[in-house]
Each structure stands twice: as C-alpha cells, then as structure tokens.
Nanobody, 125 residues
Framework: VQLQASGGGLVQVGGSLRLPCAAY????????MSWFRQAPGKQREFVAG????????DYADSVKGRFTISRDNAKNTVYLQMNSLRPDDTAVYYC???????????????????WGQGTLVTVSS
C-alpha cells in the first residue's frame, strides 16, 4: 500500500487542522493506522493510532483531548483532527500503517512497514 499524507500548513496557536492520509492499493481496511510526528532536532514520536475497524484508538498523553484520529475505510483514508494547537505541536506528521501491528503495539514505530511522506505543521505564537 502507498500512503499519502496532506493537510499540513501554518496555523496560529489555538487553531485547528485536519490531516488526511490517503491509502492506495491492497486492503487498507485491514491495516492498523497511526500518526507519528517529528519535531526539529527531536526523535519521531507516536501521536495517535486506530484499529482496522475503528473500535480501538490510542493517543499520546500530549495530545489527548485535543487530537482525534478517525478513518473512513470506504474512502481508504485516515484522518487526524488537531484542535487547540500549540507551538510544541510543530512537526512533520507522518501516517503509518501495517496489517500485522496489533492494538497493543500502536506506539511501536519499528513495527510499521508502510509510511507516508510526511506533511509539515507549523504552529505560530
């Protein structure tokens, strides 16, 4: 499967963005999907994950209550709705997917085989 993330841009503190990640090929609906991010000078970190049917989700503590992950399997797309954005949310955001990652391993970056190219989110104060 090929993943294409988009929707990034410049937003002011407190603003919102929605990042879509479109999947092409294979059976997207069976893939657990997640979002990761990498801020300048920092390691890539887990943001949010969703099971193949949407029944299970997980979030990093830093985004709980502000970000929401969802998916539309009919459209082969996973979304990250980001609200109340803060300057420390500035990063390149990557979507990742894999049919073999389990719900308990959302945060295990090395388990994901498929990655999108990343989309830059900049939050200005």
């Amino acid at each position: 499967v090929q993943l294409q993330a988009s929707g990034g841009g410049l937003v002011q503190v407190g603003g919102s963005l929605r990042l879509p990640c479109a999947a092409y090929g294979r059976t997207f609906s069976r893939y657990l999907m997640s979002w990761f991010r990498q801020a300048p000078g920092k390691q890539r970190e887990f943001v949010a994950g969703i099971s193949w049917n949407g029944d299970s989700t997980d979030y990093a503590d830093s985004v709980k209550g502000r970000f929401t992950i969802s998916r539309d399997n009919a459209k082969n797309t996973v979304y990250l709705q980001m609200n109340s954005l803060r300057p420390d949310d500035t990063a390149v955001y990557y979507c990742a997917g894999d049919p073999n990652v389990t719900v308990g391993d959302f945060e295990e970056m090395n388990e994901y085989e498929y990655w999108g190219q990343g989309t830059l989110v900049t939050v200005s104060s």
